[in-house]
């Protein structure tokens, strides 16, 4: 099947899972979750956003998490950030890498920013140089690579000139996102295979949504094109916030369990990756869409 | 990808899915939806089945079903038929094809049939000769393919011994049940592999549960290794008999979504399809599980 031996799954959850969840959870909360998220193995925990609070209420407290959570020194404590501002915050809290994004949709990138994809490039550039000259790694996602809720699909020449555009700012490792959960595996495979002659595979990571269950399919594809890095939210955590109820965030204990189950390691400890997803579901108060918690909150 | 051009859905919801829940549907809303479903495109609907009444009160009706339903001549109209018996009434309400079934794994045949492999074997062959004599094609499902509640994994050479005795009786075609919801795309590559050696290909459906999310990737595989037929439960009615409130049966409408968004033709009509799911959901009055569902519910 042409696999990889090993994987790195990057959990999103503090930050792209609770965005898109309306009940706030504490600050205190928050660093107890990810200081259990930092025991199941996982190397990698994108922890908040330093976005202007007033655009994300539920992490306002960004600082606050980043020093108050416990540092494993085999993690990298991640945070995202928006602008210089927010890049002088995520400092200031001694964030290990710092994260920028934009949509590869004219429309998205104007909702979500609120600036057309041109004049959000310098912003982007000044963030990565500072971060640069601080020695911080800099991950880019890019939004509505697969669809845009305004546009439909999007040009493959349009997703390259922007992931293009933010590799030639210098960034580290570039996170393609299927904002609403759209992507089949056949577009992956061909988005992929064009991005692979442009772009080394290895700095190339995927955040799919499970929005219409094809999440896992399209891990599957990409794995067979040599991606080995994924993106994933504990638990499903965060919805879809374009069709309130539905699937968002592909749930990282779903991704871990069919890696393991297709011999693929991801270092991640199941049993302990279910207590971090059962902290967090008992702290919202609903519960998570997991295949994984579905099964062993049911077990009969 | 080397994927086919179409493929054929079976539907099993109104024998799969409806056995599985608890809530008692009336025969009138059972025709009513089983007539949906024939305007959808879909040209196999499995609407009942046929063992005694006592084991499936929620099916005790099958023949009142068979003989209320509009029929289509294009659609096979098809129902489970443990023995003789069970074969008998479905003869006399006129079924197109039945199936039969049994289990890869000794103790789930034992607790779901109550009867050794060894044992079931002459009670089955006496249905096919008999289903041939008056001109019926046969199914035949194998459950626990790919794991069994009690034994775990099944050694492939146990699975090749049921596969072939059920072609050796004159069986047409063979339903692969992943029934707990337990397989990997690598274990399907490995089994269809061995099976694809020794059975013709265009015979062997697949019968996925998405209770750990991954039908979709296992039908991914599917495709690939030259699988054409699959079974789904429209809306993913029928949840997990092992989990409750688990995710069962691969849902119809997630399968058919994936199908047509690949370019793969199954010639139902999406619309028609989530009309029917709306039915059956109203009728159970309680949510179903498919993406699909979710997505068209709560489309903001």
Redesign the interface.
């Known amino acids: ?1 042409n ?1 990889p031996a090993n994987i790195m799954v990057k959990e999103v959850g503090p930050r792209d899972g609770l965005q898109n969840e309306s009940s706030i959870i504490s600050t205190e909360d928050k660093i107890k979750w990810i200081n259990l998220l930092s025991q199941t193995g996982l190397r990698y925990i994108e922890i908040s956003s330093f976005v202007h609070p007033k655009w994300i209420p539920q992490l306002n407290d960004a600082v606050e998490v980043a020093n108050g959570i416990n540092r494993d020194p085999g993690i990298t404590y991640a945070a995202l950030v928006p602008n210089k501002r927010g890049l002088e915050r995520a400092l200031s809290a001694d964030i290990d890498e710092v994260s920028i994004f934009m949509s590869a949709s004219e429309s998205h990138n104007q909702k979500n920013i609120n600036k057309s994809i041109r004049a959000t490039y310098p912003v982007l550039r000044e963030v990565v140089d500072e971060a640069k000259q601080e020695n911080k790694t800099v991950r880019g996602y890019v939004s509505t690579v697969f669809g845009c809720p305004y546009e439909g699909e999007i040009k493959i020449e349009q997703v390259i000139r922007v992931c293009d555009a933010l590799f030639s700012m210098g960034i580290d490792e570039l996170s393609l996102g299927d904002t609403i959960g759209v992507a ?4 992956v ?1 061909k988005v992929l295979e064009e991005l692979a002659q442009r772009f080394p595979t290895e700095k190339l990571a995927m955040h799919f949504h ?8 399209n ?3 990409s794995l067979q094109m040599g991606i080995t890095i994924f993106d994933g939210s504990l638990g499903g955590l965060g919805g ?1 916030p ?6 968002g965030n592909l ?1 990282t204990d ?1 991704l871990i ?2 890696m393991e ?3 693929i390691k991801t270092d991640v400890n199941e049993r302990k990756l279910q207590q971090a997803a059962l902290f967090i579901q008992d702290a919202l108060g609903k519960p998570l869409s ?3 918690i ?2 062993n ?4």
Chains 1, 2 share one sequence.
């Open positions: 099947m696999l089949n595996p056949l577009q495979k499970n929005t219409r269950g094809m999440a896992l399919a891990v599957l594809v879809c374009y069709a309130k109820g539905a699937s749930a779903d369990h069919m189950s297709i011999g997991s295949h994984q579905e099964i909150s049911n077990q009969m």
